[in-house]
Each structure stands twice: as C-alpha cells, then as structure tokens.
C-alpha cells in the first residue's frame, strides 16, 4: 500500500473516532438538559416562565440528541470510505499481481 494512502485511511479513522467522541459528548450534554426540568412545585415564585424553561430544556435534549447521530452517522460514513479505499486498493494491487502472474514468459 502507497504510504500516502496508509496516512490517509489512518486520518479517517481518526476523524471516525473524533466524531464518535464527541458523539458521546454531545449525547451528555442532552442528557444534563433534560436533567434540569422543574417542576412546579420546584420553580417556586419562577413558576410563570417554568413552561418556558422545561420546553427549552426539551429542546436541548432533542437537538443534542439528533446532533449525536448525525455525529455518529459522520463517523460511520468515514470509517466506511476507508474501508472501501483500503479495499480498493488490495483488489487493485491483487489484480495487478495476477496479470503479472499470467504474462508468458514472467
């Protein structure tokens, strides 16, 4: 394999494992979002803006939840590319290898 096509599949899955990392970050951060809904009895003399407070915490919760699969999709996709890069590249080396192996005379 060329050495830049290594350093190549090496940076994707790199990239792969960041992406999955803060997948899991993010994945938290909705967590601790949804962790901070009051309820009424909670809110206290804050009960006229509570509703408010609770759908922006739903709203945390939802995006971060949406924005760690997209993460976690970006991870896969790259993880995939290189493996179809790496692949391709043995399927043509190996092609080469077997012409080589068929011409009269080598």
Not at 6 to 14: D, N
Not at 43 to 55: E, M, P, S
């Amino acid at each position: 394999m060329a050495p830049e096509l290594k350093v190549t599949l090496e940076k994707l899955r790199e990239e792969a494992k960041y992406w999955e990392s803060n997948a899991d970050i993010c994945a938290g951060v909705g967590a601790a979002g949804d962790g901070l809904r009051l309820s009424g009895l909670e809110a206290g003399i804050f009960f006229i803006i509570f509703q408010t407070h609770n759908r922006i915490c739903d709203l945390v919760a939802t995006e971060c939840a949406r924005g760690s699969s997209y993460m976690h999709d970006a991870a896969a996709a790259l993880r995939s590319n290189a493996n179809i890069y790496e692949r391709s590249e043995l399927e043509a080396s190996q092609s080469i290898r077997d012409l080589g192996n068929n011409l009269p005379g080598y």
